[in-house]
């Protein structure tokens, strides 16, 4: 099975996402629910996996936090 947009469905990459986390339900810790939000623009088949982890990247490395999340609570 591949991962891109083109090569799979919409319910592979729901499976794909939520197996990649494993915890999706976010009960955790508050961490999971922002993380499985990111990748909803591949589940929607709008951004590759590439592009949002690069997106991600660029943002960490320039200390940048993602919109709408606060963190995970640790300092």
Same mark, same amino acid.
């Given at each position: 099975m591949g991962y891109l =947009?083109? %090569?799979t469905t919409k319910e592979e990459? %729901?499976? =794909?996402? @939520? *197996?990649?986390l494993g915890n =999706? *339900? @976010?009960t955790c810790d508050g961490c999971m629910s922002g993380l499985a939000e990111m990748y909803q623009d591949y589940i929607d088949g /709008? /951004? *590759?996996l590439r592009e949002i982890n690069m997106e991600f990247n660029a943002r960490y490395v320039h200390? %940048?936090?993602m919109p709408g999340r606060s963190g995970c609570g640790y300092k």
């Amino acid at each position: 099975m591949g991962y891109l =947009i083109s %090569e799979t469905t919409k319910e592979e990459r %729901e499976a =794909i996402v @939520a *197996e990649s986390l494993g915890n =999706i *339900e @976010a009960t955790c810790d508050g961490c999971m629910s922002g993380l499985a939000e990111m990748y909803q623009d591949y589940i929607d088949g /709008k /951004k *590759e996996l590439r592009e949002i982890n690069m997106e991600f990247n660029a943002r960490y490395v320039h200390g %940048e936090d993602m919109p709408g999340r606060s963190g995970c609570g640790y300092k």
